[in-house]
């Protein structure tokens, strides 16, 4: 067990809706990762926060968004979903801006969305 | 162009054989590079890190690696397999080592599959 936890496990929607994807960091950890994980393009780093502010951007769509809050649990937020969107999505933490020696990212057991 | 490949898509082994897991990657310097494991219906599980202290690096389960710089090589090793190492396997390399920025590049995985 990481320490990072993911909600909900398993996530069944129809095109066109919007889903709310929640991750709650390890204790004490201030940065949050958000990863993609599909069959097509793998594993893909989506986006990063640390504490509460955005710091880096991946190949993330514009109808995805996400937030970290004060208490530091992060959301990412999928809207207009299409059948593409079908994939494994994970939340990471680590314990500060990944400077030297901080960058070990811990994954949470990610949230399987599916889209029909 | 930064990159990072695994030579082998699938690796089968008989229990009790070592264990080849090959990786490259592509940067004008040396980054952050980490080996995680990912078990089916699972999250990922860090395996271990290198960070420069050590060239060979220890990581959980007998595994380790080897950062050879001349070749940009990382290959994960284990000298005995065991039926429970099956699973996928995933170079990553943080090519922002040393600063604010923790995006995580992953490999395309490589599937271990163990033999009785």
């Known amino acids: 067990d990481s320490g990072v936890t993911q909600t909900p496990k398993h996530l069944i929607t129809a095109t066109g809706q919007r889903v709310t994807l929640r991750c709650s960091p390890r204790?004490?950890?201030?940065?949050v990762y958000w990863y993609q994980q599909s069959l097509d393009q793998g594993l893909q780093f989506l986006i990063q926060?640390?504490?509460?502010?955005?710091?880096a951007k991946g190949n993330i769509l514009e109808r995805f968004s996400a937030q970290q809050f004060p208490d530091l649990h992060s959301e990412l937020n999928l809207s207009s979903l299409e059948l593409g969107d079908s994939a494994l999505y994970f939340c990471?933490?680590?314990?500060?801006?990944?400077?030297?020696?901080?960058?070990?990212?811990?994954f949470g057991p990610g949230t399987r969305l599916t889209v029909l | 162009a930064q990159s990072v490949t695994q030579l082998d898509s699938h690796v089968s082994v008989s229990e009790g054989t070592p264990v080849l897991l090959r990786c490259n990657y592509s940067?004008?310097?040396?980054?952050?590079l980490f080996w995680y494991v990912q078990h089916p219906n699972k999250g990922l599980q860090l395996l271990l890190k290198?960070?420069?202290?050590?060239?060979l690096v220890k990581g959980i389960n007998g595994f380790e690696a080897e950062f050879k710089k001349s070749e940009t090589s990382f290959h994960l090793t284990k000298p005995s397999a065991h039926m429970s190492d099956a699973a996928e396997y995933f170079c990553?390399?943080?090519?922002?080592?040393?600063?604010?920025?923790?995006?995580?590049?992953f490999g395309r995985g490589t599937q271990l599959t163990v033999w009785p």
């Open positions: 990471a933490s680590s314990v500060d801006p990944p400077r030297m020696g901080g960058d070990t990212q811990y």
């Open positions: 204790s004490g950890d201030l940065s």
């Open positions: 926060y640390y504490n509460g502010e955005e710091r």
């Open positions: 940067s004008s310097y040396s980054p952050s």
């Open positions: 290198y960070t420069s202290a050590a060239t």
């Open positions: 990553v390399v943080n090519f922002d080592r040393g600063s604010t920025l923790g995006r995580l590049y």
